[in-house]
């Protein structure tokens, strides 16, 4: 996974790169960091399932905007019926089918506690 200034300078990535970037963007610009999460979804394209990572920006607790790279539009995940969300996280808290864990995402999501460290040294964001 490329840091946010890595996939500015590239000026591409793939749709964790393009998450993130989306993830830093909004926290950057003063949004409440409870309210951004990365989104570990399913997502029907062309007959099949793949694996695919969203940001979701959440109004509402249950019903969160998705910032998605596959299409031009934000939209609510409920207009999305292509998309199962698996699980999601934010740097403090992972929920599971919607269900907040008393895991901290750090420690049960390797990448991400290494993506966290990148981003407390380029952005001072914890």
């Given amino acids: 996974m490329a840091s946010p200034?890595?996939?500015?300078?590239?000026?591409?990535?793939?749709?964790?790169?393009?998450?993130?970037l989306k993830f830093?963007?909004?926290?950057?610009?003063?949004?409440?960091?409870?309210?951004?999460?990365?989104?570990?979804?399913?997502?029907?394209?062309?007959?099949?399932?793949?694996?695919?990572?969203?940001?979701?920006?959440?109004?509402?607790?249950n019903d969160p905007y998705i910032l998605?790279?596959?299409i031009d539009s934000v939209r609510m995940l409920s207009a999305r019926s292509d998309i199962a969300v698996a699980l999601s996280f934010n740097q403090f808290s992972l929920w599971v089918n919607?269900?907040?864990t008393p895991y901290d995402p750090k420690e049960k999501l390797s990448?991400?506690?290494?993506?966290?460290?990148?981003?407390?040294y380029e952005f001072g964001i914890r």
């Avoid at 949004?31 to 959440?58: D, F, L, T, W």
């Avoid at 506690?113 to 407390?120: A, H, I, N």
């Fill in 5 to 20: 200034l890595e996939t500015l300078h590239k000026g591409m990535g793939d749709c964790e790169d393009i998450a993130l």
């Fill in 24 to 61: 830093m963007s909004l926290l950057m610009l003063g949004h409440a960091e409870h309210k951004v999460r990365m989104h570990y979804v399913s997502i029907e394209m062309a007959n099949s399932s793949i694996s695919h990572m969203v940001c979701g920006y959440h109004l509402e607790e």
């Fill in 68 to 70: 998605d790279s596959t």
């Fill in 98 to 100: 919607d269900i907040l």
């Fill in 111 to 120: 990448l991400w506690r290494k993506v966290t460290e990148q981003l407390d």
